[in-house]
Nanobody, 126 residues
Framework: QVQLVESGGGLVQAGGSLSVSCAAS????????MGWFRQAPGKEREFVAA????????YYADSVKGRFTISRDNAKNTVHLQMSSLKPEDTAVYYC???????????????????WGQGTQVTVSS
């Protein structure tokens, strides 16, 4: 069982920057692909970014590419999402998720992830 706890959300003006983090329990954090998703009111949960187990490979949704950066620290069991040039449409609850290392699953479908955090609110004002 893996527990994920997000932190760092808040209110920021358009064009600003914000970082959210996710702390994971357990001793096998380095074996998980980690992803960030978001869900705005009235919309489906959507993929934002993912990072491989060693942190050497990342993947982003087109909507955030060039503005968001995902990173991880396996020694501290944490994954981060640095967000810059934020837009009002980035407003959402941001969730981190962990994917167990089996099956060769894709990184973007939410159904590919096995554990989820409770989410943290990010609000971008115009």
């Amino acid at each position: 069982q893996v527990q994920l706890v997000e932190s760092g959300g808040g209110l920021v003006q358009a064009g600003g920057s914000l970082s959210v983090s996710c702390a994971a329990s357990g001793r096998t954090f380095s074996s998980y692909v980690m992803g960030w998703f978001r869900q705005a009111p009235g919309k489906e949960r959507e993929f934002v970014a993912a990072i491989n187990r060693s942190g050497t490979n990342t993947y982003y949704a087109d909507s955030v590419k060039g503005r968001f950066t995902i990173s991880r620290d396996n020694a501290k069991n944490t994954v981060h999402l640095q967000m810059s040039s934020l837009k009002p449409e980035d407003t959402a609850v941001y969730y981190c998720a962990a994917q167990l290392p089996w099956g060769g699953r894709q990184w973007s479908p939410s159904s590919s992830y096995d554990y989820w955090g409770q989410g943290t609110q990010v609000t971008v004002s115009s």
